[in-house]
Structure formats: C-alpha cells, structure tokens
C-alpha cells in the first residue's frame, strides 16, 4: 500500500508537532520552513525537509508539492504569506489543504480561495477535551503537549471492584485519573427503562472502579501507553 504523502509548511511548535506525528504513523512528510535552525531540527525525524520560501511558485514546483496528498498550511506569524501559500498550493492542484489560522479574517479568506479545513488548534483541542469528558462511548486520545496527552479508556478487567487507590494506577504507571463516566440504568419519569450518564470529576482514593466504566487519564504518553498495554 502506497504511503500517503503529506507537506507541512511552517515548522513553528505546531508545525513541528505535526509533522513528527505524522512521520510516526508511516507517513512520508516534507516539511519546508524559511529558517535554517527549524529544519536542521525536524530534519531527523521526517522524510525530507528544506528551507526554501513556499511563497514562491517555482519553489513549491521544484519540490514536487502536485503530488502531495495533503498540505498544512502552519505559519502562524505571517497571515499574508499563509493566504499566499495557500492560493500557490490550490492552483498547483494539491488535492487537500489544511490552513492554520490566526484570525477570523484569515480563516474567511483561505476558505474562499479553498482551503479544504481552516483550523485553529487551541480552539479544537478544548473542544474535543469537552467532547471526551462529556460525550458518551467515545474513546479519544489528545495531545497536550510533545510529553503529555489525555486519555479516555475502558477500565481494565484487572482494576473491577477495586478503588482508585487500591489499582495503584499512579505508582504503578505515573498517571492521574481526572474524570470516570460511568452509564447505570434508571427509569424516566414515564416509567421507561433508560440509561443514565454519571461523571465524577477528581474521583477520590476512594472512589471504586466498575466494569464498562470510561477513565479520563492524564500523563506523559510513554507512561500512557504502559496503561493501554495491561
């Protein structure tokens, strides 16, 4: 199976963080950015990176950027080079576009020239947090950092009927537990059976985990990834 093939343009912490994320999971990534130091940085971790100004046409033409399955768009300083860029990338046909943005004057302008998703990723991080702590049978993973993430998981077999503090989950894996969702029957007031949602946020030592209960964990993603593993 062929590897997708993505290009990531500003190498900013969000930038960087995309396309090492990317590389990770067996992408081919060209990353592209103005400074030297930036790309020296991701150079070993990715497929290529360059420095080059993807303002100019003959640039992103050179670097082959038509073939490319799907090109982020990560400056984050310069609105006017983002909108450039993202104008170059949508007449040389690169089949999908994604624009960090910086405002909503910029996302309005990359959306009409066609960028396929205008994102802006502190908004969309709070967002999906929100989703994963309130919405049912949903089982997420997200980045808080290069170090840390939060992670929503089924409660392992071997921790039913033992408290917080008797699962050891922080000495035995280093991770905190920050919310468990928890869906019990009940009867409406019509008399119906139905399921009710309870989420204890901070649940004490104390608190005991069930079967089908959904743990909100945070930690560092080695430390994470040990939990997932049991």
């Known amino acids: 199976m062929k590897k997708r093939q993505f290009a990531v343009i500003g190498l900013g912490t969000f930038g960087s963080s995309v396309a090492r994320e990317l590389a990770s999971k067996n992408a081919q990534v060209l990353a592209i950015d103005t400074v030297e130091e930036k790309v020296k940085d991701i150079t070993p971790y990715i497929t290529q990176a360059v420095v080059a100004d993807a303002t100019e046409e003959k640039v992103l033409r050179s670097l082959g950027i038509s073939d490319i399955d799907c090109a982020i768009v990560a ?58 702590l309130v919405s049912p049978n949903i089982l997420e993973e997200i980045e808080l ?33 920050i919310a468990i969702k928890r869906h019990s029957p009940t009867i409406t007031d019509e008399g119906q059976s139905d399921i009710k949602e309870e989420i204890a946020i901070a649940p004490g030592g104390e608190f005991e985990i069930r079967e089908n209960d959904i743990m909100v964990l945070v930690g560092k993603e080695t430390d994470l990834d040990h939990l997932k593993e049991i």
Not at 112 to 121: S, T
Request: aromatic share 6%; hydrophobic share 45%.
């Open 145 to 177: 950092s290069q170090e840390f993430n939060i992670v929503e998981m089924v409660a392992p077999k071997n921790f039913w009927g033992k408290s917080i503090r008797e699962s050891e989950i922080r000495a035995n894996f280093k991770v905190d537990v």
């Open 75 to 132: 400056i984050g300083q310069s609105m006017e080079s983002s909108i450039m860029i993202t104008l170059l990338l949508k007449e040389l046909g690169v089949k999908s576009i994604i624009v960090k943005s910086v405002s909503d004057l910029h996302s309005k302008i990359v959306a009409k020239l066609g960028a396929d998703r205008v994102i802006f990723p502190e908004y969309e991080m709070a967002k999906k947090l929100a989703e994963s």
